[in-house]
């Protein structure tokens, strides 16, 4: 199975700021890559797919890049709802593997 | 709008099985894949398996292969997650959402809660 690993496991920030969020894949997986947020008690919501492209609805703040192994997600000023879980989630091969989630924090 | 309804919370005994529904609207139910996705308390999500609404294809993590049944009614538009023999360890919150690749619209999860 393909691992995934995302850093920070948890991020501190403040309102405004500009963060990014790693995830690698534990070997290729091109640009099959998605980004979820996801709120307690709720289930994730779908950010980005294949790696780079925002799905219909997302605030432009957000926004993915990377391929092959290495994948990045930046918010490009944190807005208070944004204080929550990211996971990525690889889709090249099944089974399909999500990271171990990134806790983003107020400061 | 798009939309997928689980049913709620199930409590169940180890050794039992439980059938979880996913109810579909607001889109062509056959047009799209459903996956089944499960999250421990604490733990990150957990691909189970996916079914093709269309023509009923079905594909399995080897994790619960030989435990798990995907299944759908096209007339009803609901897609069906069996988990056996389940054990303690299966406690937890089960989506099911929907997607080719990436899954863009999810369930509001059902908790499945395992214990004597």
């Known amino acids: 199975d393909i691992q995934m690993t995302q850093s920070p496991s948890t991020l501190s920030a403040s309102v405004g700021d500009r963060v990014t969020i790693t995830c690698r894949a534990s070997q290729s997986i091109s640009s099959w890559l998605a980004w979820y947020q996801q709120k307690p008690g709720k289930a994730p919501k779908l950010l980005i797919f294949?790696?780079?492209t925002l799905e219909r609805g997302v605030p432009s703040r957000f926004s993915g890049s990377g391929s092959g192994t290495e994948f990045t997600l930046t918010i490009g000023s944190l807005q208070p709802d944004d204080f929550t879980t990211y996971y990525c989630?690889?889709?090249?091969?099944?089974?399909?593997?999500f990271g171990q989630g990134t806790k983003l924090e107020i400061k | 709008q798009v939309q997928l309804v689980q049913s709620g919370a199930e409590v169940k005994k180890p050794g039992a099985s439980v059938k979880v529904p996913c109810k579909a609207s607001?889109?062509?139910?056959?047009?799209?894949?459903i996956h089944w996705v499960r999250q421990a308390p604490g733990q990150r999500l957990e691909w189970m398996g996916w079914?093709?609404?269309?023509?009923?294809?079905?594909k399995y993590s080897q994790k619960f292969q030989d435990r798990v049944t995907i299944t759908r009614d096209t007339s009803a538009s609901t897609a069906y997650m069996e988990l056996s023999s389940l054990r303690s360890e299966d406690t937890a919150v089960y989506y099911c959402?929907?997607?080719?690749?990436?899954?863009?619209?999810w369930g509001k999860g059902t908790t499945v809660t395992v214990s004597s």
């Open positions: 989630q690889q889709y090249k091969t099944y089974p399909s593997t």
């Open positions: 607001g889109y062509t139910f056959t047009s799209f894949t």
């Open positions: 079914i093709n609404a269309g023509n009923g294809d079905t």
């Open positions: 294949d790696a780079s």
């Open positions: 959402a929907r997607g080719r690749k990436a899954m863009d619209v």
